[in-house]
């Protein structure tokens, strides 16, 4: 038997449950934001700190680095508290904020502009690592973090237009809830014990699951748009973390010019790609410019695939040139720099070209043969 779906179940709130839901999400999110506030004034006063753990400013290795190359150390300190505690978490409250002030009567858009601020203003600013060790807060902290992180799961569940899909998991979600509620109240004696995280991520996999089911059988083609945007959104956090995995954490292993390019470079490169998400999201929220956003995921795998491939030659050109001229001088040389520069310079326009062709004819198929045919008429015109 086959299961039917309405594609407007309606998300509108209209009298006392609007207004129920506006004092909730206004209580709710000044609470975070005052937080936020206390937590960054806080982080600017701070004076650097000099040690092997993540609580510190900046490692032993790192501080030698910067002190090398003439840096300051609160400089390079204030330089990374105003990107990852200013400019990435202010992304995400205007987006959240737009999105309130242009559909608050919607509980579906209170839902995704409350999820945006917890992540932006409380998750990625450390908010949350903050209070939680402060005497009196900890339970609160606890509590906020299970209600802020089961919105993510809930939001797989309910995009774009607020109807479970599969229906039977609004249960996993009470189960999942009451789950994270006692570990809160009985956490496990081994912090990092994964009992309480295989929960969560199983119906993290449910949720995917239920997307894919519901673009292929259930959603609109309006749906099927805002489904596409709210995933290549979704790319924008799981890059920047797979970038600070790669880059940030083994960051003391590479050469003194790599942490600086790392310090200076691409820590605000990762907050501009996690700010994506609540773009992204927003304009899908609101149903922007809907029908534009295949030509945003074609230009998005070609340039991606581009500046990576860019990216693997110029490091590995770097790095073999280095090598090179310390066999042969005992030094390095800047020359290694310059030619790796020239290299990608000179290889952008085929590599682009190349790769462009590529993504058009195994994604874009349709677009290949229309071009191909124009090609063959001018050709035969000629």
Known sequence: MTTTYKHQPGTRLHGIPLWTARLAWIAVVTLILGMYVSETARLFQTPVTICNTNACSFSPTMASTLRAAGISLDF????????????????????????????????????????????????????????????????????????????????????????????????????????????????????????????????????????????????????????KWAIIGMAGPILTIILYLVIVLPIDSFPAWMQIAASFVMLPIMALVALLFPLLLGMSILRYRLWDIDVVIRRTLIYSAVSGSLALVFFGGVAALQNVFVSLTGQESALAIVASTLAIAALFTPLRSRVQAFVDRRFYRSKYDAEHTLEAFAESLR
């Open 76 to 227: 390079a300190a204030l330089y990374n508290t105003t990107i990852f505690n200013v400019i990435m978490p202010l992304g995400f409250i205007v987006a959240a904020l737009v999105l309130v002030w242009q559909r608050s009567d919607d509980w579906m858009v209170l839902l995704v502009s409350f999820l945006l601020i917890f992540l932006g203003a409380y998750e990625f600013a450390g908010v949350n690592v903050a209070y939680s060790i402060r005497p009196g807060w900890k339970l609160f902290a606890a509590l906020l973090d299970t209600i802020g992180i089961l919105t993510l799961p809930l939001l797989f569940f309910l995009f774009p237009n607020g109807e479970f899909v599969p229906r039977w998991g609004r249960w996993l979600m009470f189960v999942v809830l009451g789950i994270s509620l006692f570990s809160d109240l009985v956490p496990p004696a081994d912090p990092n014990a994964s009992i309480y995280f295989i929960p969560f991520f199983a119906v993290i996999l449910v949720g995917i699951g239920g997307q894919v089911y519901r673009y292929q059988r259930v959603s609109s083609p309006s749906e099927r748009q805002q489904t």
